[in-house]
């Protein structure tokens, strides 16, 4: 998303003045705010108190602050930082894990590992702080797949988060994944491959108490609940999306290759 854009942390004044705007607009009934853009958690954890604390003030029925973070960064606060974000009212942490297979994310040069990414949300929900954690079905492509969806389960069970986001993989135009699928190297998941892939994972979810959601226009089936005690209704509901014939989903290439 962000390959054509320079990297920079925005001054908290500019912030607090798009903040005066938004008040502006919407008036008091804001009841949450998303801090949206990539990795807002890199900033100095004082200016985010200072602009969660600002954000308060202009908004009293505020319920929830939420921000983006991946592994690698979350992992550069302290738990006290993390800690005083709470306090200051960041509620949930969004964070695209993509893969909990260190293979998988080594060729998605996601810049992490899967240890990592443990550290990052065991950080996290220690804070005091809601997780979601997002996992791209169909990364590991046909090669990898079986290992991604295995190791994926692992590390969310160690983690624990309040929510599994998925997200059916896609290579954008421009990318290297995208060259490596028209060059031959990488095997696209059909709709029944990656429905079977999501089907391993949740199976191998346990010990969690999770929101698992497939709330995304990429995924091939909605498979939604609540682990553990939805478990087995999500896996029927994917099994009977396996009886469908593929011809019935929308085509992998369509839209985007």
């Not at 607090?16 to 008036?27: P, T």
């Not at 690698?72 to 969004?94: C, N, S």
């Not at 986001?165 to 029944?192: A, S, V």
Request: aromatic share 10%; glycine share 8%; net charge neutral.
């Amino acid at each position: 998303m962000y390959r054509d854009k320079k990297f920079k942390i925005r001054p908290v004044r500019e912030i607090k003045e798009d903040l005066d705007m938004a008040k502006d607009y919407y008036g008091n009934s804001v009841k949450t705010v998303f801090f949206a853009d990539g990795n807002t958690i890199l900033m100095k954890t004082k200016d985010l108190v200072e602009i969660f604390k600002y954000t308060k003030e202009l908004f009293p029925d505020l319920e929830r602050i939420t921000l983006y973070g991946s592994a690698r960064f979350i992992v550069l606060k302290t738990l006290e930082e993390l800690k005083q974000l709470r306090e200051a009212g960041l509620k949930r942490l969004h964070s695209g894990m993509e893969s909990g297979d260190d293979e998988v994310l080594k060729l998605i040069n996601k810049g992490t590992n899967s240890e990592e990414i443990i550290k990052a949300g065991k950080f996290i929900k220690d804070a005091g702080i809601e997780l979601s954690e997002y996992i791209m079905v169909g990364v590991g492509g046909r090669e990898l797949w079986k290992q991604h969806a295995l190791n994926s389960a692992r590390v969310i069970n160690k983690i624990n988060p309040d929510f599994i986001r998925l997200r059916t993989f896609m290579p954008f135009p421009g990318t290297f994944m995208h060259q490596m699928y028209k060059d031959g190297r990488f095997g696209l998941l059909t709709p029944h491959e990656a429905l079977s892939e999501t089907r391993l994972f949740i199976e191998n979810l346990t010990g969690i108490d999770s929101y698992l959601l497939s709330d995304h226009a990429s995924n091939y089936w909605r498979v939604n609940g609540k682990l553990p005690g939805d478990k087995e209704l999500m896996l029927k509901e994917i099994d009977h999306a396996l009886t469908i014939d593929e011809s019935n989903f929308r085509n992998p290439e369509e839209g985007y290759l």
